[in-house]
């Protein structure tokens, strides 16, 4: 199933929570309301007909400008041989979605790993918390905005610029 036809399938299930289809992206992907995202990913993992049983990539992107971050879901069914890529939009200053863990359980590491770096908060996640940052560390190091600390406990941070 391509798509057009995947979203024509969202949109019957789902009357809003479902946006626009880029069909055309070289990522096909479809646009999803923060709160319609954990029932959309389990229509689409449980109806015979998609069985989209693998969530290849979950990842994060700070649009600073629009003061919004995106979370992004690669979809790939092994039964069907399709894919799809949703992304969600949140606002930068509280952002927060629920939980696909449920769903994949491989999203448990992806969304640890964007709470680390971005500050998404995935509600009903089993264990949120960093990943890859140390526990103390302030701030999320993948914001546009982010400034890292000139020390971190006693230890210098500032290197010379591998780029000469």
């Not at 319609?36 to 998609?50: E, G, K, N, T, Y």
């Not at 971050?69 to 930068?92: A, E, G």
């Amino acid at each position: 199933m391509d798509a057009t036809g995947i979203h024509e399938r969202l949109k019957a299930r789902f009357e809003v929570g479902v946006g626009e289809c880029n069909s055309t992206a070289k990522d096909p992907c479809i646009t999803i309301d923060p709160a319609a995202i954990a029932a959309v990913c389990r229509f689409l993992h449980d109806d015979p007909d998609l069985r989209f049983d693998c969530l290849s990539n979950q990842s994060g992107v700070d649009y600073k400008a629009k003061e919004q971050i995106q979370v992004v879901y690669h979809l790939y069914s092994y039964p069907h041989r399709h894919r799809i890529v949703l992304k969600v939009d949140v606002p930068r200053e509280t952002p927060a979605l629920p939980t696909v863990e449920g769903v994949w359980k491989a999203a448990n590491w992806m969304e640890r790993e964007i709470f680390d770096l971005l500050g998404v908060t995935f509600d009903g996640h089993s264990d949120l918390r960093r990943l890859l940052m140390p526990e103390d560390w302030i701030g999320h190091p993948l914001r546009k905005d982010f400034v890292e600390p000139e020390e971190y406990h006693g230890i210098n941070t500032s290197r010379e610029s591998l780029l000469r």
